[in-house]
């Protein structure tokens, strides 16, 4: 009763009003009774003040129970009566309701009525409204395909050619989509303008017939048919010229972004080909400094180390990948078993539609044959009208009191008829409306199935491409992952064959300098016992000359003494002079072997400084491995959400297209039930037509 529209606030104090007179003794003549008021027998003690007491108990309580709502609500007290009192409560606590529901309490029945009627409308507001949502994502879609764009433009330049095309062929394949759905986006709008249209003329047509007669109606509903008409063709041209400007200023973008992807292409080729001989450069000369590089064990181990690390992790990623890929083929699956749902309720619509085309077919003949009976009503119209001409010449023969019965009959019976023909009128036009309805009906029913094929089509597209994508980055995973164990067979060759040599050559130089330190410490010492003996001998030469000028009168025999010792010295000298010789070419030898070695120790320290950097350059290439794998991750799981958005798209399409068929059997049967409300008023038409037939023949005999 509150929640009626015609409950008002403004109908309060009539309610009120009403109840406090229904319940006054002076409307009703009716006063309590003696027995009533007498406390010895009722079996409670009855007074005002325990009246008053119990009354404010129950609103106390009826409040603490609308509290439970709101607590913030009170009661606003009059001096009504109590039942009275309390409907006011009642209402001011639904109209709190309705308030916090956000509808609005003051509604009467007239409003009600009209929202009932406005709501026929409703419908093309809410195509209206889908239009306009779908425009929306039209826009949306667009700004992201701009900002796809956008980075396409800021991804770096090494980037693969693959990347790019599947790029290209994606905005291609979406405006396609975009101008298949700007299609579909014009024909409903064009049949919303010719609705709309239908209904403004309908509405137009029925004041005007209220207002003058058909011939004005029809001649006005006809000039703003026109009018319709015409502004409808100028919107279209508008239409069709602001289509063609943004197909134009369209094309000419995709135009410009093919020349940018071209251009990149180009770009992203020669950038490959740099690196290639940059690749290509620096293997021949890791090659070429592969044995010299090799003394390096701890820069080896660490790299050995992060490679199994990196090995470890590409390994889990590539489990996570398959399980991904277990999850997709579920989903397939998946998808499959619905599409194969999907199909067998198809058919099922399939044969629907035949039987509604059937339906068609009878309604098409029970048409022809209503046409049919028009026709034979109109025969009978004209045999009426020969039969009245025969029967005024007859008149004129008979007396005047028959001619005025006959006069009667004949006005009766065409009454009848026009009456007969006025009906099969109007059921022919409830047919008519009943088919256009079943014909847009259809039409609708095959656009949604065209829709959700084209949909379906999409799906299978992203899934295979996906599918695609992924089988790409396994052979990716595959190929790094051969790299790696082709890396790990070079490092344990390494480590097997070329660290020990090396070892072996870095021993067999220590041991040489320590025989060279060795041997120049002895050819010092021999120098320094040389150098002594040759003071020794300068000394000894000296004295020599000193005796020889004191005893310059020896004989030959003491000359000859001394001769001997002179040559011996002589000898010893020159014997010094040559091992001097030998020590100083010995000292230039030692001299050249250390500066190679500071060499080769300046070589290995650059190879040093290239593994470091090599390694650093693994890291890196570690690193954008890891943000490749964390982005198709995403892109993975991007791909997930749109697939189980498009499971509930699925779920809410059947139950919309469950829900249509509900309506077309229900409209089936409301078709049939006329129909054979029709052929019994046919048969009824006929036999009351034949019965006045075979009349007008008995007294024309």
């Known amino acids: 009763m509150m929640n009626s529209p015609g409950y008002s606030e403004e109908g309060r104090g009539y309610h009120s009003q009403y109840i406090s007179r229904a319940l006054s003794p002076r409307m009703s003549g009716y006063r309590p009774g003696p027995r009533l008021m007498d406390s010895n027998l009722s ?269 470890k992790r590409i390994t889990q990623d590539k489990l996570e990948i398959e399980k991904e890929k277990w999850k997709l083929d579920q989903r397939s699956r998946k998808l499959e078993e619905q599409e194969i749902l999907l199909n067998v309720k198809i058919e099922h619509l399939d044969q629907e539609k035949q039987t509604q085309e059937s339906e068609k077919t009878k309604l098409l003949n029970i048409r022809k044959d209503i046409d049919d009976e028009r026709n034979e009503l109109l025969q009978i119209k004209d045999q009426i009208a020969s039969f009245e001409r025969e029967s005024k010449i007859s008149a004129r023969k008979s007396p005047i009191e028959d001619q005025g019965i006959s006069d009667r009959g004949y006005t009766s019976v065409n009454q009848e008829y026009d009456a007969k023909f006025i009906e099969l009128e109007e059921r022919e036009k409830e047919i008519e409306q009943a088919y256009r309805e079943l014909q847009e009906q259809m039409d609708n029913f095959n656009r949604e199935l065209e829709e959700r094929e084209i949909v379906l089509d999409e799906r299978e597209f992203s899934v295979e491409k996906q599918e695609k994508d992924i089988k790409k980055k396994l052979d990716n995973f595959s190929v790094i992952e051969a790299s790696l164990i082709e890396s790990k067979i070079q490092v344990e060759d390494l480590r097997t064959f070329t660290i020990p040599e090396l070892e072996k050559q870095s021993e067999t130089l220590s041991n040489l300098l320590q025989e060279l330190t060795e041997r120049k410490q002895d050819m010092e010492n021999l120098i320094e016992n040389l150098h002594n003996e040759i003071s020794l001998v300068g000394k000894q030469k000296g004295m020599l000359d000193v005796i020889e000028e004191d005893k310059s009168q020896v004989s030959a025999d003491s000359y000859q003494m001394t001769h001997s010792p002179n040559r011996d010295i002589d000898e010893i000298t020159i014997e010094l002079e040559q091992k001097i010789d030998k020590v100083k070419e010995r000292e230039i030898e030692l001299e050249h072997a250390h500066k190679e070695i500071e060499n080769d120790r300046e070589e290995l320290t650059k190879a040093a400084e290239f593994l470091k950097q090599a390694h650093v350059e693994m890291e890196e290439k570690r690193k954008q491995i890891d943000k490749d794998l964390a982005e198709e991750k995403a892109k993975l799981k991007n791909q997930f959400l749109k697939l189980e958005s498009g499971m509930r798209l699925l779920s809410t399409k059947e139950a919309e297209v469950f829900s249509f068929k509900r309506k077309l059997d229900e409209k089936n049967q409301m078709l049939i039930i006329k129909e054979k409300e029709l052929m019994a008023r046919m048969r009824k038409t006929d036999s009351h037509g034949s019965s006045i037939v075979e009349e007008r023949e008995g007294e024309s005999y």
Not at 69 to 86: E, G, K, M, R
Not at 240 to 248: A, H, L, V
């Open 43 to 311: 079996p409670y003690p009855f007074s005002r003040e325990s009246e008053q007491i119990n009354i404010t108990e129950f609103i106390n309580l009826i409040q603490t129970q609308l509290k439970r709502i709101n607590p913030t609500f009170a009661f606003q007290f009059t001096a009504d009566p109590p039942l009275a009192q309390a409907v006011n409560f009642l209402t001011q606590a639904v109209d709190r309701l309705l308030t916090e529901q956000g509808k609005d309490p003051k509604i009467t029945s007239d409003q009600y009525e009209e929202d009932i009627n406005y709501s026929s409308n409703r419908r093309l507001r809410d195509e209206l409204e889908k239009a306009k949502e779908t425009t929306k994502n039209l826009t949306r879609y667009e700004h992201l395909l701009k900002k796809k764009e956008e980075k396409l433009e800021e991804e770096k330049f090494y980037s693969s050619n693959r990347r790019l095309r599947d790029e290209l062929e994606k905005a291609k394949e979406t405006t396609k989509n975009l101008t298949r759905y700007e299609h579909l986006l014009k024909k409903k709008e064009e049949k919303l303008e010719e609705e709309k249209s239908k209904v403004r003329a309908e509405k137009k047509g029925i004041k005007d017939m209220e207002e003058h007669s058909k011939v004005r109606a029809e001649k006005k509903g006809i000039k703003d048919m026109e009018e319709q008409l015409r502004q409808a063709l100028n919107d279209l041209e508008i239409q069709k010229k602001n289509w063609n400007d943004s197909k134009r200023f369209e094309q000419e973008r995709i135009r410009l972004d093919k020349e940018d992807a071209d251009r990149k292409l180009s770009e992203a080729k020669e950038m490959k080909e740099k690196i290639e001989k940059k690749l290509d450069e620096s293997t021949k000369h890791l090659k070429y400094e592969k044995e010299s590089l090799m003394q390096l064990e701890n820069c080896l181990n660490q790299t050995k180390q992060t490679l199994s690390i990196d090995q």
